[in-house]
Each structure stands twice: as structure tokens, then as C-alpha cells.
């Protein structure tokens, strides 16, 4: 399902909305199987070449303005598998500029990470105060030509419990003119 909304009807305009899809496969995806080896996330990169890598749902918030699409919290979980994103496509130049998190076993993973939230003072700290984050998750950035971006992982952000995770992230980055050259965060006006 796509919803969005338009500001005005000129070919320029802004556009926000949201992507939803349910109960899909990933196949065929040599940018994703790349991303799981480097977060040394075992037997799930052997998924996408065989049927395919289940998920139950997709969720892609996004604006689009000017050729560039701009994701926030965007979020695909299935059972071995969940993937967050935030950051920039820009369809013109093909270049991608992104940011997220991968956890494995998401949907135990996110069980354990709610039942520790509704902990007073450490559920937080091991959730990270993250919403719908797992207990345990490797950050990850990609940047560059969509079809085959520069992909950075901390395998030690997998291991760390949620707020002590924020220790071990990638440094961000910023974007030049708008485009996805560097990591920016889009919630940062700078």
C-alpha cells in the first residue's frame, strides 16, 4: 500500500508518505547479502540467493522533493531478520546515503528489548530507548552508487545492548548541496 500527500500539484512539489508491504521476499539482493556479511550476521546472506528472505512487514516513511527521497525510520522485520534505515536516495544521481541498524532474530530480539523497557531505569539502558529496537543490533551506513554503495559496519554494536551501543556507532557525516554524498542526519537542520 502507498499513501502520500502532496502540497500542491506542480511537478515539484513535495510529496510525503508511506510505503507498506506485507508478507514478501527478498531475493536476489547482493547489497543486502553484503551488509549481513560485513555485520557478521551468519546463514541469513545464503537466504537470498535460495527461495528468498521472508519478512512480514515493511514500513518506509519517506518525502520526496526534487528527484531525492528522504527515509526516516523506515523498518522491515521478519522472523530472522529485522533492518531499520534513515538517510537519502537521490534517484537522479543514483547515489544512496543511509543509515540503520540490523537485528537478527528480530522478532525475539524486539520481545526481549519491550520486556526490558517496561523495566524502570534499565530498560532504557538495554533497549536503548530505541522504538520497536531489539536488545541487540549492528549499525550500519552505506553510502555511494546505489547498486554498489561503500558499506560500513561495527560488528561490535551487535554485541552491545542498546544505550552502550551509541559508544560503539559510526560517526556521522554531512551532505553537500543536499545529496547523498555523506551521512547526514535528517533530523539534524545543520
Do not use: C
Not at 530498560?123 to 552508487?145: H, I, T
Request: proline share 7%; charged share 20%.
Amino acid at each position: 500500500m502507498l499513501e502520500a500527500t502532496f502540497e500542491d500539484m506542480s511537478v515539484d512539489a513535495k510529496i510525503l508518505g508511506s510505503a507498506k508491504v506485507h508478507n514478501f521476499r527478498l531475493v536476489n539482493a547482493p547489497v543486502m547479502a553484503r551488509l549481513l556479511g560485513l555485520a557478521s550476521i551468519r546463514g541469513i546472506p545464503d537466504e537470498l540467493t535460495g527461495p528468498g528472505l521472508a519478512f512480514q512487514e515493511l514500513d518506509i516513511p519517506f518525502t520526496l522533493e526534487n528527484g531525492i527521497i528522504h527515509l526516516k525510520n523506515a523498518k522491515a522485520s521478519g522472523l530472522s531478520l529485522g533492518i531499520t534505515a534513515s538517510g537519502v536516495l537521490d534517484w537522479d544521481a543514483e547515489t544512496l546515503n543511509i543509515k540503520g541498524s540490523v537485528a537478527p532474530l528480530d522478532r525475539i530480539n524486539s520481545l526481549l528489548g519491550r520486556a526490558l523497557r517496561g523495566v524502570p531505569l534499565f530498560g532504557d539502558l538495554f533497549s536503548g530507548g530505541e522504538k520497536g529496537g531489539g536488545l541487540f543490533a549492528a549499525e550500519y551506513s552505506m553510502v555511494g552508487p546505489i547498486d554498489g554503495p561503500e558499506i560500513k559496519t561495527n560488528p561490535l554494536t551487535a554485541l552491545t545492548p542498546g544505550i552502550f551501543r551509541k559508544i560503539f556507532q559510526i560517526l556521522p557525516g554531512k551532505t553537500t548541496n543536499g545529496r547523498a554524498t555523506e551521512w547526514h542526519d535528517p533530523d539534524d537542520p545543520n
